[in-house]
């Protein structure tokens, strides 16, 4: 009986060794669906200490190596139709190529732990945001190869992609080598940030985490809309006037709308859609949640003057308030960037 005993404690030691030794080779987190291979974090640098830093506090894994075409294509139902996600150049179809290049990623360490983590709670991110979120080199898009006989899906129309959002375990981030060493990096960063947290909003809205208080909706005329005076500010019907601000794009400007306003916002059929049960990501609420975090309170000022609109800064300080004391997200911080 005791050599039994024995046996069985060192069967299970045995056991617990080899599962300690395959989990540093292949780490399943939990509730992910992709495994994460060779270990985390995934370099020895202080950059990569950082990204340890955020997973421990977020629940969060950044990762830049070793990243396959079925991580990154990876979602709860696939058709096998349309473009497919890639990364490299077309001459680097391999995915090692997809790894960043060892002085990219303070770039992108930079962007999560300077401008995204610090303005959203621990809450908000392991709710909504995935186990995984991938950092690639030259995210882009091909048509997808239907069985190697020449048939490809998908359009294809503008293969570079900065952000993919939605799957279920993964997103994925990706900069120009032109934005990370040009002089415009600080704008793009900006862009950037707002393009994110934007849909990872909208994700959030989606499922029912994140609302907009009653207070927000309360002297808003939505059957007057449509008759508003859009274009001449002296009027007293003018859209500012009655707590309607601008529109912006969901891409702040990238891609291939290349303004951040939506440049048809002034008709007078414009507004059809603000109400709070219509087209919930561009309803008034989430109209103010873009211009908070695009604009800092003083460009906000600047362009909805409160001595002119008192009701339009009502509104913006409701929302601000609301985003930052029950979700914990801080939207001046997002527009401001480090600039706090």
Request: aromatic share 16%; charged share 25%.
């Amino acid at each position: 009986m005791k050599r039994f005993i024995k046996g069985a404690i060192f069967l299970l030691a045995g056991l617990v060794l080899f599962n300690a030794c395959d989990e540093e080779e292949n780490i399943t987190p939990s509730g992910n669906y992709s495994p994460i291979r060779g270990g985390f974090p995934q370099g020895n640098t202080e950059y990569d200490s950082l990204i340890n830093d955020i997973k421990q506090e977020y629940g969060v894994y950044l990762l830049y190596k070793d990243i396959t075409e079925e991580d990154l294509n990876r979602d709860w139902v696939s058709a096998g139709t349309g473009d497919i996600y890639v990364g490299g150049y077309d001459e680097e179809r391999d995915y090692p190529a997809w790894n960043l290049p060892e002085e990219h990623l303070p770039f992108y360490v930079s962007f999560f732990y300077d401008y995204i983590f610090p303005n959203i709670s621990k809450e908000f991110a392991q709710s909504t945001f995935p186990v995984k979120i991938y950092m690639i080199h030259n995210l882009r898009t091909e048509p997808r190869d239907l069985g190697g006989n020449g048939d490809v899906s998908g359009t294809n129309t503008d293969p570079f992609k900065s952000i993919k959002l939605g799957n279920f375990d993964n997103w994925a981030i990706s900069f120009k080598d032109e934005v990370i060493n040009g002089t415009d990096a600080e704008y793009s960063i900006r862009q950037q940030r707002c393009i994110f947290m934007i849909q990872a909003l909208y994700n959030a809205i989606e499922k029912g985490e994140i609302d907009s208080p009653n207070e927000f909706w309360a002297g808003f005329d939505f059957a007057a809309d449509k008759k508003m005076n859009n274009v001449d500010p002296s009027k007293t019907n003018y859209k500012y006037k009655l707590g309607f601000i601008d529109m912006i794009n969901d891409n702040f400007g990238t891609g291939v709308q290349k303004q951040v306003w939506v440049p048809d916002y002034a008709s007078e059929t414009s507004c059809y859609y603000w109400e709070k049960d219509k087209y919930p990501h561009y309803n008034l609420f989430t109209t103010y949640i873009k211009n908070a975090m695009w604009l800092t309170p003083e460009e906000f000022e600047a362009r909805y003057p409160s001595s002119e609109y008192p009701m339009t800064k009502e509104k913006y300080n409701i929302v601000v308030n609301h985003m930052l004391n029950t979700y914990g997200i801080d939207l001046v911080g997002i527009a401001r960037g480090l600039d706090k």
